[in-house]
């Protein structure tokens, strides 16, 4: 007699737990809410490809290293005529005095490993640098700019909702963009390609800005426009200009946290924003320096409000009001969240997947697999009689488990990962066909029912064993370095070799050892 006492229960409770997630999917809100995701192929959404402008990057970096340099300068006592751009990737610096050049170059060393001094000339009492990046250091910043870039789209599209979102690298400096079951489009193209730069700068109120409109903007000085709601009609008539300083007093890489509340005096949502203890430092500093003049709190390039400096602001605390409603506040307390991106980026090729052409997919796999399905299940009861309608059954709960391990897991099923379930009812039924081939020689010898189907479970498991051990490990070779589409067959394809091992050398086992031990089958159909 063979001690069924440990294997009823673990087989049952495999297939209870199978069942309790698969249930979600049929069935939405069952414990414990977890359903099978669909794929871009099956339920339509988003396709997109983006660009980094990775150049802007490295002006960003050049721009950051002309300011410091004049604190530098300052600080080192340093006199100069100015720090301007030279190219893309070079700053001019025009010294008074011939002799600070050593004083710029020790400087350079010390602050900067990978700027270099490119050339030097006097002219007129005046000394010109050249200084620019080297090659590796401006590849570095652009191959970081990428990286950057994907992990802010990535926490931004976390933070929106979407389930099982595939985004990638594509080439040096593109990204690609899945996004499953997306209903609004604009919104999420608005929210992965805000740049979310945060700035604090000062208002210009010394010059006049009607002045300033006619073209006559001050030096130093830049126009910009406030930001509006984009859904109203008069919006172009509603946009305010603001004469701005260029020069920023603080941007948002301090921020620690956004999140939006409601102002309880005029109902109206805003931001509001947390520093680290540096940012809070500066921020209180540049209040402090201030008090009286209006801060303008710009993002991308647009004024959200400018409101005056009544006092030192200490605690690293500030808040943004617009014109915007609910949805817009919580996407931009998102994107000030996920960080700003560190170049622009652009939308070079955009694809909508509709619903219909995935119900279509759904439809014709489905199809295919029941087809298949069907041909298997006559196939092993025309050749192997009441063996094969056991391993038909068998066949059946395979595929329960398989969809059981893709709700538990949370995969997103694909189209190519409908092939794999096709691909692994085929597999499943192989480790039955040596296991009744191995039961058929075993007869052919003169031994018992009983003592065949021992030893043609015990001999058959070690192949069964080689073989899908080895597939297992290609797929699991699939999942690591394939992309979208290979990943979703890899995923199923694993599922289906581990059901099928389960299936067929417990299951299958464990209902030949009831029928022929404890009830007694006398004859053996196979």
Same mark, same amino acid.
């Given at each position: 007699?063979?001690?069924?006492?440990?294997?009823?229960?673990?087989?049952?409770?495999?297939?209870?737990?199978?069942?309790?997630?698969?249930?979600?999917?049929?069935?939405?809100?069952?414990?414990?809410?977890?359903?099978?995701?669909?794929?871009?192929?099956?339920?339509?959404?988003? *396709?997109?490809?983006?660009?980094?402008?990775?150049?802007? $990057?490295?002006?960003?970096?050049?721009?950051?290293?002309?300011?410091?340099?004049?604190?530098?300068?300052?600080?080192?006592?340093?006199? *100069?005529?100015?720090? !301007?751009?030279? +190219?893309?990737?070079?700053?001019?610096?025009?010294? &008074?005095?011939?002799?600070?050049? %050593?004083?710029?170059? %020790?400087?350079?060393?010390?602050?900067?490993?990978?700027?270099?001094?490119?050339?030097?000339?006097?002219?007129?009492?005046?000394?010109?640098?050249?200084?620019?990046?080297?090659?590796?250091?401006?590849?570095?910043?652009?191959?970081? $700019?990428?990286?950057?870039?994907?992990?802010? =789209?990535?926490?931004?599209?976390? @933070?929106?909702?979407?389930?099982?979102?595939?985004?990638?690298? #594509?080439?040096?400096?593109?990204?690609?963009?899945? #996004?499953?079951?997306?209903?609004?489009?604009?919104? $999420?193209?608005?929210?992965?390609?805000?740049?979310?730069?945060?700035?604090?700068?000062?208002?210009?109120?010394? *010059?006049?800005?009607?002045?300033?409109?006619?073209?006559?903007?001050?030096?130093?000085?830049?126009?910009?426009?406030?930001?509006?709601?984009?859904?109203?009609?008069?919006? $172009?008539? @509603?946009?305010?200009?603001?004469?701005?300083?260029?020069?920023?007093?603080?941007?948002?890489?301090?921020?620690?946290?956004?999140?939006?509340?409601?102002?309880?005096?005029?109902?109206?949502?805003?931001?509001?924003?947390?520093?680290?203890?540096?940012?809070?430092?500066?921020?209180?500093?540049?209040?402090?320096?201030?008090?009286?003049?209006?801060?303008?709190?710009?993002?991308?390039?647009?004024?959200?409000?400018?409101?005056?400096? @009544?006092?030192?602001?200490? +605690?690293?605390?500030?808040? =943004?009001?617009?014109?915007?409603?609910?949805?817009?506040? *919580?996407?931009?307390?998102?994107?000030?969240?996920?960080?700003?991106?560190?170049?622009?980026?652009?939308?070079?090729?955009?694809?909508?997947?509709?619903?219909?052409?995935?119900?279509?997919?759904?439809?014709?796999?489905?199809?295919?697999?029941?087809?298949?399905?069907?041909?298997?299940?006559?196939?092993?009861?025309?050749?192997?009689?009441?063996?094969?309608?056991?391993?038909?059954?068998?066949?059946?709960?395979?595929?329960?488990?398989?969809?059981?391990?893709?709700?538990?897991? +949370?995969?997103?099923?694909?189209?190519?990962?409908?092939?794999?379930?096709?691909?692994?009812?085929?597999?499943?039924?192989?480790?039955?066909? &040596?296991?009744?081939?191995?039961?058929?020689?075993?007869?052919?010898?003169?031994?018992?029912?009983?003592?065949?189907?021992?030893?043609?479970? !015990?001999?058959?498991?070690?192949?069964?064993?080689?073989?899908?051990?080895?597939?297992?490990?290609?797929?699991?070779? #699939?999942?690591?370095?394939?992309? +979208?589409?290979?990943?979703?067959?890899?995923?199923?394809?694993?599922?289906?070799?581990?059901?099928?091992?389960?299936?067929?050398?417990? =299951?299958?086992?464990?209902?030949?050892?009831? #029928?022929?031990?404890?009830?007694?089958?006398?004859?053996?159909?196979?």
């Amino acid at each position: 007699m063979k001690d069924f006492s440990w294997r009823i229960p673990v087989v049952g409770l495999v297939l209870l737990v199978a069942v309790i997630y698969i249930i979600p999917t049929f069935k939405p809100g069952w414990w414990p809410n977890k359903q099978i995701n669909l794929g871009l192929d099956l339920q339509g959404g988003m *396709h997109l490809v983006l660009e980094v402008k990775t150049e802007k $990057a490295v002006e960003s970096t050049l721009e950051r290293i002309r300011n410091e340099l004049r604190g530098y300068f300052r600080d080192d006592q340093i006199r *100069h005529r100015g720090i !301007d751009y030279s +190219g893309k990737k070079s700053l001019s610096v025009k010294l &008074l005095d011939a002799g600070d050049t %050593e004083k710029v170059e %020790e400087l350079l060393k010390k602050n900067y490993g990978d700027v270099e001094i490119l050339s030097s000339a006097l002219d007129n009492g005046v000394q010109t640098l050249q200084i620019g990046l080297t090659d590796e250091w401006t590849e570095q910043i652009k191959k970081q $700019a990428t990286e950057q870039a994907l992990e802010t =789209i990535r926490n931004r599209i976390d @933070q929106f909702g979407v389930t099982e979102p595939d985004i990638r690298v #594509l080439g040096e400096r593109r990204i690609q963009i899945q #996004l499953p079951g997306i209903q609004d489009t604009e919104r $999420a193209k608005e929210l992965i390609g805000k740049t979310a730069l945060l700035e604090f700068k000062l208002l210009d109120d010394e *010059h006049d800005l009607a002045s300033a409109l006619d073209g006559n903007v001050p030096p130093g000085s830049e126009i910009l426009y406030q930001a509006v709601d984009s859904d109203t009609e008069t919006a $172009a008539a @509603q946009k305010q200009p603001y004469l701005v300083k260029k020069r920023t007093l603080m941007t948002g890489e301090y921020l620690t946290d956004a999140r939006v509340q409601i102002d309880s005096q005029f109902n109206e949502p805003y931001v509001a924003i947390d520093f680290d203890r540096k940012g809070a430092r500066i921020f209180e500093r540049v209040t402090d320096e201030n008090v009286k003049k209006r801060l303008a709190i710009v993002l991308d390039n647009k004024v959200y409000s400018a409101p005056t400096i @009544q006092e030192k602001i200490p +605690g690293g605390s500030a808040r =943004i009001t617009g014109s915007f409603n609910a949805q817009e506040a *919580h996407d931009l307390a998102i994107v000030l969240r996920a960080g700003s991106l560190p170049a622009p980026v652009e939308i070079i090729e955009e694809r909508t997947v509709g619903p219909s052409l995935g119900h279509d997919s759904i439809t014709k796999g489905l199809y295919s697999m029941l087809v298949g399905g069907i041909l298997v299940l006559i196939f092993m009861f025309a050749y192997y009689k009441g063996a094969g309608l056991i391993a038909d059954f068998v066949l059946i709960l395979n595929i329960l488990l398989i969809a059981g391990g893709l709700a538990a897991f +949370g995969a997103t099923l694909t189209l190519p990962g409908i092939a794999g379930i096709i691909l692994t009812i085929g597999m499943a039924v192989d480790a039955n066909v &040596l296991i009744f081939e191995r039961i058929r020689e075993e007869m052919r010898l003169g031994k018992t029912p009983i003592a065949s189907i021992t030893n043609g479970f !015990d001999r058959a498991s070690l192949t069964i064993l080689d073989a899908n051990v080895t597939t297992l490990i290609a797929a699991l070779v #699939l999942f690591q370095f394939g992309t +979208g589409p290979v990943k979703g067959f890899a995923v199923t394809l694993s599922l289906g070799v581990l059901a099928s091992l389960f299936t067929a050398l417990v =299951i299958s086992r464990l209902i030949f050892d009831y #029928l022929y031990i404890s009830v007694r089958v006398k004859s053996l159909s196979i």
